[in-house]
């Protein structure tokens, strides 16, 4: 497939689309079964000779596996068995409607609470706004529910004759209307991303390949499974004081149980939750004290210190030389030898390396591309 084809694809069906380099013969099942004629195409890249596909698509590994749909490759990629039927069933499960449709109101009381959720109240199912909503809802159905209603049975919910689009984060919050234009896609689909998908987002095993895939350092809060109160916390503190940040690291939250294996690495257990760390995919860095996060600007500095390679620096040579009362109280006059002075500044430090490095795809699984370390 070359730049013609592929963007002659983009205009009709969905597509799922393969980039891999040559000769890759696990693909050949793949790329003759069609699992829904009609409505999906399959396709296939050489990345070596359409090298700017490759780039436009930021292909980092093969073969890898995208679905292709409204013109735009979706969030996520497929990382499941490299089966033709294991990929019909994925590609079934993503052309299913990922629209529940309201046959009363009371339906809304019964969503579930951990669920983000998006509700369009429309006055008819033809109607262009609803096939706008449609397309977001297939963009964006792995992180939010989408819930729609029509005519009368949504009728006390907006204005005669005007749409309305809000946003649940549970059952027991008030509706974070869509105040933009219902006919724009662009606008309609940012504000529903950025509520759909966190700022601070739960890492499992089931999607920790695709957070590393992100490049971004992660800061973790890891936690009991049972204790609510200090996720909370951390996302109202990530939310006041870190927003901005979000260019340059991860947010996260980790069950501590089912991560023992880091917080072993950092010299910890599950009667030290819960704790705040940094894992920069090169070592991992503990916040000294859990109870600090929480002053203001703290934590803030702790990724400024990633950001300096202060971290990293101290990692090599120790902690950065500092001014305390006793050095004050030091005859100005006596100065350090040389080696005296190599030594006090290089007393070594053990931060651990990374573990969630570990959890990127797999040079066993992937051919992986070259490219900086981290």
């Known amino acids: 497939m070359n730049l013609y084809s592929l963007t002659s694809m983009l205009t009709g069906a969905d597509s799922a689309t393969s980039w891999h380099q040559p000769g890759m013969r696990q693909l050949t099942k793949l790329e003759i079964y069609s699992p829904d004629e009609g409505r999906v195409v399959v396709g296939k890249v050489d990345c070596d000779s359409e090298s700017s596909i490759a780039s436009r698509f930021h292909i980092t ?51 579930e609470e951990t669920k983000r959720t998006v509700i369009g109240y429309f006055e008819r199912q033809d ?8 397309k977001i809802a297939v963009n964006l159905k792995d992180d939010c529910q989408f819930l729609a209603g029509f005519g009368d049975t949504v009728r006390s919910m907006h204005p005669p004759g005007e749409s ?15 105040t ?5 896609y662009d606008e309609l689909s940012i ?11 739960e890492i499992t095993f089931q999607n920790a390949e695709e957070l590393t895939e992100e490049g971004l350092p992660f800061l973790i809060l890891f936690h009991d499974p049972e204790d609510t109160e200090s996720v909370k916390k951390y996302t109202t503190l990530v939310h006041s004081e870190l927003a901005d940040q979000k260019q340059n690291i991860n947010f996260l939250t980790a069950d501590g149980i089912q991560f023992a294996h880091p917080l072993h690495h950092l010299g910890k257990s599950k009667k030290d939750l819960p704790l705040i760390a940094i894992d920069s995919f090169r070592h991992m860095y503990l916040f000294p004290d859990y ?13 400024q210190d990633l950001y300096s390679g202060k971290l990293h620096r101290e990692f090599h040579y120790g902690p950065d030389p500092e001014t305390t009362s006793e050095a ?13 002075a190599i030594k006090k500044r290089e007393k070594p430090t053990t931060p651990p390396e990374s ?5 990127a795809p797999s040079k066993n699984r992937y051919t992986l591309l070259e490219k900086d370390e981290l």
């Open 328 to 340: 004050a109280q030091q005859d100005e006059n006596e100065i350090p030898s040389p080696t005296e």
């Open 191 to 201: 504000w529903a991303t950025e509520r759909c998908i966190p700022l601070v987002r």
């Open 127 to 134: 109607s262009p706004e609803f096939e706008l909503f449609r």
């Open 355 to 359: 573990t969630f490095k570990k959890l």
């Open 61 to 111: 590994k093969y073969p890898t596996l995208k679905l292709l749909r409204n013109g735009q490759a979706t969030k996520r990629e497929y990382r499941g068995q490299r089966s033709a039927d294991a990929f019909a069933s994925y590609i079934k499960e993503q052309l299913r409607d990922p629209i529940k449709i309201l046959q009363n109101l009371d339906e809304i009381n019964e969503l």
């Open 291 to 303: 109870k600090d996060a929480y002053v203001e600007g703290k934590l803030k500095a702790f990724l």
């Open 180 to 184: 933009g234009s219902l006919s724009s």
């Open 164 to 178: 309305i689009v809000a946003f649940k984060a549970s059952i027991t919050k008030e509706d974070d209307a869509f």
